[in-house]
């Protein structure tokens, strides 16, 4: 789901201009995996709102939440630019 090499491109580029600290990258992707892993907001407009527009992205957020906890390690690697 995520191309490694152009993330990880991305960041250098991003930390060449402000600068970063690989802690502070680590912690954010961890900050927002787990904010993928405890928000149900589509549920939330689904059953409260009976809004059904977003149903679909249910089923893609899920397969990346999937990717990404398989491969979280990784993930955080390639944003601390290791």
Partial sequence: MFDFARVSAFVCGYRSVAPLEAASLV????????????????????????????????????ALLHWWTDRLGQVEDTFAGG
Avoid at 34 to 58: A, I, N, P, V
Wanted: charge should be negative; glycine fraction near 6%; charged fraction near 40%.
């Fill in 27 to 62: 912690d954010g992707v961890r900050r927002l995996w787990w904010k993928r892993m405890t928000d149900f907001w589509q549920l939330e407009f689904h059953y409260d709102r009976g809004d059904f527009s977003c149903d679909e992205l249910f089923t893609a957020d899920e």
